[in-house]
């Protein structure tokens, strides 16, 4: 099985992207996703984020308070240092876990939002995918998606790691400046062009 990390910038395309790939048959292990199961309602997270950053952060259903708590890390970097000491491992060894379950896949797209600062995940991807988008139509879609202001979707595009930074880890590089047709033709060459990697080089 190989390991295809899916990484690019805030609203670059990379969940439609995930979508597409998944639609073609190919399994997804998105860090995303395991993030919001881990502190939804219930989440094998919420009593250690409860106990150490305080029962304030938990809504009555018992879920991570998202919107307290993204005010507070904001604010107090030690919180977040907290946060992301009891979050990264815990999405780690899930991620570990849902890739070795699907160890007879020909590949599996690994979703990392900020492959930079995932470093720990290096040593299982065998290609890295940036979805890379100009940064003005990243801003219109993120104001678009979110109803942000462009001063408050900009600080959000400058707080991740530069473009230049993600387009010089990646392996292919898929633009999404144009329709979602021609972003769609270009994940499906991208899958055809690997899957065939794949199987010639077993
Ligand atoms: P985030 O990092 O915030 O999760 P993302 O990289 O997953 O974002 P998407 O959610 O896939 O990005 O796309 C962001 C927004 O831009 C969505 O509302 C999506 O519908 C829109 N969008 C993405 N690509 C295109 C496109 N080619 N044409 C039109 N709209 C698009």
Redesign the pocket.
């Given at each position: 099985m190989k390991i295809v990390a899916l990484t690019?910038?805030?609203?670059?395309?990379?969940?439609?992207?995930?979508q597409m790939l998944s639609s073609l048959g190919v399994p997804i292990v998105d860090l995303?996703v395991i993030a919001h199961t881990l502190t939804a309602a219930g989440g094998a997270l919420v009593p250690q984020i409860a106990t150490e950053l305080g029962g304030e952060f938990i809504t009555e259903e018992g879920a991570l308070n998202r919107p307290l708590m993204r005010a507070l890390i904001f604010t107090q970097p030690d919180a977040r240092v907290k946060l992301n000491a009891i979050m990264h491992p815990a999405i780690f060894d899930e991620a570990v876990k849902q890739l070795a379950a699907l160890e007879t896949s020909t590949y599996v797209v690994l979703a990392i939002?900020l492959l930079q600062e995932s470093q720990r995940y290096l040593p299982y991807i065998d290609h890295v995918l940036v979805?890379d988008?100009d940064e003005s139509l990243q801003l219109a879609?993120?104001m678009?998606?979110s109803g942000l202001s462009a001063q408050e979707a900009q600080q959000i595009i400058d707080a991740q790691s530069s473009r230049q930074s993600r387009i010089a880890m990646a392996d292919t590089i898929i633009t999404?400046?144009?329709?979602?047709a021609?972003?769609e033709e270009n994940i499906y060459q991208f899958h055809k062009n690997y899957i065939n990697t794949c199987i010639v080089s077993k």
């Open positions: 690019g910038g805030i609203g670059s395309g990379k969940s439609i992207a995930t995303d939002p979805i988008c879609r993120v678009e998606r999404n400046n144009a329709g979602l021609e972003f």
